[in-house]
């Protein structure tokens, strides 16, 4: 392997739009060792072989052509800022945050007593104030149902398959008495068979097909829904960019009124809660990261309606996202048939991942609890 | 570029955006329904662009006024003459 370099020029030249094409790179291409934008024109380093280097400048020539075209360069609001401002913050060593495979991170002590309470908390707020119904989203999502809910067309890249050996009992009985090499994945993937289940990579997606069910035999809108998700990132792994991590979450169904009332409503909830807990964090309009030909344009439609509101906090890697706001419009509620008095719904969706949200808290407080504030102390039971 | 050739051709690219819906023939003046949401207007405006090659920026997205023949050329016309 070799190093190249591809040299594009930015004929658009938005200060977004570097960082849009910075993101679509680093998302989707393992072999780019950097990329910096010198008066107009982008230098991407790349390693490849010398016969497919060419293919490549190709291939990545035009993915960034396709998303130049469709890009939209918006103003990024600011909704809210933090009271708090942290000047310096720590590097996170927790020795109870172990990683067991890339991207996989097991909390052993008091890192997992954390975790679950600030868990539970987080479920107590959404039901108190918004009187939801609680959903525990299993691991496993329907491969069919996944293509429904529109997730291969935005993020094919991040989703976990799953495999089961082939239902053969001779095939079985070689594994199990040690007949068959099993080392490599290569070898096994010629005895196992795709199942019909991909791991979920989004909570509240096992919600929507089921919602009609929900709001008739419930009688709720809301549901705070909770459980992991696995998005597959290849080489991005970190203890911020994992494999696996937690979510939760509230969805909520409704007019589209009322559902940017619900979102108003869950914004002011946690910028009193984190102001009270003297974190550095702030909420502001932005996007998705999307994949494919129509990249750029699903990123300007979702900032021109205003459909993603990230709340962001601060960390020794800089601001990272916790957390967001998202108003879907009826995206879903078309999709699954979701109406209430023959009005088709729309949907929104408020989630925070809480391992980041723990990272955050971990670096702007330092890992000795005693020095935490006391009321962040005081609701995740650590007195 | 004078008015009557800008209406033109917006009326071409409302035709050809049309077509990719399968929406053929539809009333070039208000195309509410060709434009059902905000991903359809993204496609809308790459179309448009291409054709006068020019950048529709925000300030004149927030105008809301895109499903209007007449609005869209006026857009258009203001773009280009700042041009």
């Given at each position: 392997m070799d190093t190249y370099i591809l040299k594009y020029e930015l004929k658009k030249r938005y200060e977004g739009l570097y960082r849009e094409i910075e993101k679509l790179i680093g998302f989707y291409y393992d072999n780019i060792l950097s990329m910096e934008l010198v008066d107009g024109m982008l230098?991407?380093?790349?390693?490849?072989?010398?016969?497919?280097?060419?293919?490549?400048?190709?291939?990545?020539?035009?993915?960034?052509?396709?998303?130049?075209?469709?890009?939209?360069?918006?103003?990024?609001?600011?909704?809210?800022?933090?009271?708090?401002?942290?000047?310096?913050?720590?590097?996170?060593?927790?020795?109870?945050?172990?990683?067991?495979?890339?991207?996989?991170?097991?909390?052993?002590?008091?890192?997992?007593?954390?975790?679950?309470?600030?868990?539970?908390?987080?479920?107590?707020?959404?039901?108190?104030?918004?009187?939801?119904?609680?959903?525990?989203?299993?691991?496993?999502?329907?491969?069919?149902?996944?293509?429904?809910?529109?997730?291969?067309?935005?993020?094919?890249?991040?989703?976990?398959?799953?495999?089961?050996?082939?239902?053969?009992?001779?095939?079985?009985?070689?594994?199990s008495k040690g007949e068959l090499n099993i080392e490599s994945p290569e070898i096994v993937d010629s005895y196992t068979d795709l199942s019909k289940k991909v791991l979920n990579p989004v909570t509240c997606y096992q919600v929507y097909p089921l919602a009609n069910q929900l709001i008739q035999s419930?009688?709720?809108?809301?549901?705070?829904?909770?459980?992991?998700?696995?998005?597959?990132?290849?080489?991005?792994?970190?203890?911020?960019?994992?494999?696996?991590?937690?979510?939760?979450?509230?969805?909520?169904?409704?007019?589209?009124?009322?559902?940017?009332?619900?979102?108003?409503?869950?914004?002011?909830?946690?910028?009193?809660?984190?102001?009270?807990?003297?974190?550095?964090?702030?909420?502001?309009?932005?996007?998705?990261?999307?994949?494919?030909?129509?990249?750029?344009?699903?990123?300007?439609?979702?900032?021109?309606?205003?459909?993603?509101?990230?709340?962001?906090?601060?960390?020794?890697?800089?601001?990272?996202?916790?957390?967001?706001?998202?108003?879907?419009?009826?995206?879903?509620?078309?999709?699954?048939?979701?109406?209430?008095?023959?009005?088709?719904?729309?949907?929104?969706?408020?989630?925070?991942?809480?391992?980041?949200?723990?990272?955050?808290?971990?670096?702007?407080?330092?890992?000795?609890?005693?020095?935490?504030?006391?009321?962040?102390?005081?609701?995740?039971?650590?007195? | 570029?004078?008015?009557?050739?800008?209406?033109?051709?917006?009326?071409?690219?409302?035709?050809?955006?049309?077509?990719?819906?399968?929406?053929?023939?539809?009333?070039?003046?208000?195309?509410?329904?060709?434009?059902?949401?905000?991903?359809?207007?993204?496609?809308?405006?790459?179309?448009?662009?291409?054709?006068?090659?020019?950048?529709?920026?925000?300030?004149?997205?927030?105008?809301?006024?895109?499903?209007?023949?007449?609005?869209?050329?006026?857009?258009?016309?203001?773009?280009?003459?700042?041009?």
């Amino acid at each position: 392997m070799d190093t190249y370099i591809l040299k594009y020029e930015l004929k658009k030249r938005y200060e977004g739009l570097y960082r849009e094409i910075e993101k679509l790179i680093g998302f989707y291409y393992d072999n780019i060792l950097s990329m910096e934008l010198v008066d107009g024109m982008l230098n991407v380093t790349f390693t490849a072989n010398e016969e497919n280097q060419e293919q490549f400048k190709h291939d990545i020539g035009s993915e960034i052509d396709k998303f130049v075209k469709g890009y939209k360069e918006f103003d990024t609001d600011i909704m809210v800022e933090s009271k708090q401002k942290k000047e310096v913050c720590s590097e996170v060593n927790d020795l109870n945050y172990i990683e067991v495979a890339n991207g996989v991170r097991c909390k052993v002590g008091q890192r997992a007593v954390i975790e679950d309470n600030l868990s539970n908390f987080i479920i107590q707020l959404f039901e108190n104030n918004m009187s939801s119904c609680r959903f525990i989203a299993p691991s496993m999502i329907d491969y069919k149902m996944l293509i429904k809910l529109g997730y291969f067309t935005k993020f094919p890249n991040l989703v976990n398959f799953i495999k089961n050996f082939k239902k053969d009992p001779t095939l079985i009985r070689k594994i199990s008495k040690g007949e068959l090499n099993i080392e490599s994945p290569e070898i096994v993937d010629s005895y196992t068979d795709l199942s019909k289940k991909v791991l979920n990579p989004v909570t509240c997606y096992q919600v929507y097909p089921l919602a009609n069910q929900l709001i008739q035999s419930t009688g709720k809108s809301n549901f705070t829904v909770t459980g992991n998700v696995y998005r597959f990132e290849s080489y991005n792994m970190s203890s911020t960019r994992l494999n696996e991590f937690k979510i939760i979450e509230q969805v909520h169904f409704g007019t589209k009124e009322e559902v940017i009332q619900i979102r108003n409503k869950e914004i002011e909830l946690f910028t009193n809660l984190f102001n009270e807990w003297e974190l550095d964090f702030k909420i502001e309009t932005s996007s998705d990261v999307f994949y494919g030909d129509e990249a750029a344009l699903l990123i300007s439609a979702q900032k021109y309606e205003n459909g993603k509101f990230e709340i962001s906090m601060n960390s020794d890697k800089g601001y990272m996202s916790v957390g967001s706001f998202n108003l879907h419009n009826q995206y879903f509620t078309e999709r699954f048939h979701i109406y209430k008095e023959n009005e088709l719904l729309t949907s929104g969706c408020c989630g925070f991942g809480i391992e980041r949200l723990i990272y955050c808290i971990f670096s702007q407080h330092g890992e000795d609890i005693k020095h935490w504030p006391e009321k962040l102390k005081k609701d995740l039971f650590l007195i | 570029m004078d008015k009557q050739t800008i209406e033109q051709k917006v009326e071409i690219v409302i035709e050809e955006f049309a077509s990719t819906k399968g929406m053929e023939g539809v009333n070039p003046i208000n195309f509410d329904e060709l434009i059902a949401n905000s991903l359809d207007l993204m496609r809308f405006l790459v179309l448009l662009e291409e054709q006068f090659d020019i950048y529709i920026s925000q300030e004149y997205l927030l105008m809301n006024e895109f499903s209007n023949k007449q609005t869209v050329v006026d857009i258009v016309s203001s773009i280009m003459n700042k041009n």
